[in-house]
């Protein structure tokens, strides 16, 4: 499967914006979905998963409350509303994909087979 990350651009504080990735090549609604992002010099942090059929859904516990990740199958995309935007959010934001369900270890970045290009998020005033 082929991901495409979009979405990001620069927001002030306390400002939202919804990410998307769009999905090609193969079944979208067979993939867990997950989100991350990375910042330079750091390792790729978990924000969210999301597992196939969009009924199950994990979070970091520092972003859970200000991030939510859906999933539209009939459009092949899965989505990261990010609310109530701070700095330390800035970073680039990526989406992988992985043929499985969520299992235990999705935190890590190891864990997934597929991933977009990413979209930088800059947030500052």
């Known amino acids: 499967v082929q991901l495409q990350a979009f979405g990001g651009g620069l927001v002030q504080p306390g400002g939202s914006l919804r990410l998307s990735c769009a999905a090609s090549?193969?079944?979208?609604?067979?993939?867990?979905v997950g989100w991350f992002r990375q910042t330079p010099g750091e390792e790729r942090e978990f924000i969210s998963a999301?597992?196939?059929?969009?009924?199950?859904?994990r979070y970091s516990r520092s972003m859970k409350g200000r991030f939510t990740i859906s999933r539209d199958n009939a459009q092949n995309t899965a989505y990261l509303q990010m609310n109530s935007l701070k700095p330390e959010d800035t970073a680039v934001y990526y989406c992988?994909?992985?043929?499985?369900?969520?299992?235990?270890?999705?935190?890590?970045?190891?864990?997934?087979?597929?991933w977009g290009q990413g979209t930088q998020v800059t947030v500052s005033s």
């Open positions: 090549g193969h079944t979208f609604s067979a993939y867990t």
């Open positions: 992988a994909a992985r043929n499985s369900g969520l299992g235990y270890v999705y935190t890590l970045s190891t864990y997934w087979d597929f």
């Open positions: 999301i597992d196939y059929s969009g009924t199950s859904t």
